[in-house]
Nanobody, 126 residues
Framework: QVQLVESGGGLVQAGGSLRLSCAAS????????MGWFRQAPGKEREFVAS????????NYANSVKGRFTISRDNAKNTVYLQMNSLKPEDTALYYC???????????????????WGQGTQVTVSS
């Protein structure tokens, strides 16, 4: 059974940084793309970043491009989201996700993912 556990969220001032982690278990991590999404109160879940199974393809939402970096460590079965220059509008519950099928690209739509974590809260104060 695939399990995803996020960590690293917290409260940070605007302009600060956080690094989110998502530990995966239940199958061969290195064969699957990973993605980060977020959902703010009263808003729909939105794509943040994704990385393909090799780590050679990454995608970012325009709102985070140049500030956030997604990476993966296959030896640790973990995907990371380094978030710099945080803004109050980055405040949300952040989820990691992975698709059911191996290999392929780095999907940017929620429909491309089948397994989701419980989320970690990121709050950015102004």
């Amino acid at each position: 059974q695939v399990q995803l556990v996020e960590s690293g969220g917290g409260l940070v001032q605007a302009g600060g940084s956080l690094r989110l982690s998502c530990a995966a278990s239940g199958r061969t991590f290195s064969n699957y793309a990973m993605g980060w999404f977020r959902q703010a109160p009263g808003k729909e879940r939105e794509f943040v970043a994704s990385i393909n199974w090799t780590g050679g393809i990454t995608n970012y939402a325009n709102s985070v491009k140049g500030r956030f970096t997604i990476s993966r460590d296959n030896a640790k079965n973990t995907v990371y989201l380094q978030m710099n220059s945080l803004k109050p509008e980055d405040t949300a519950l952040y989820y990691c996700a992975t698709p059911r099928l191996p290999f392929g690209g780095a999907p940017s739509g929620a429909s491309g993912y089948d397994y989701w974590g419980q989320g970690t809260q990121v709050t950015v104060s102004s």
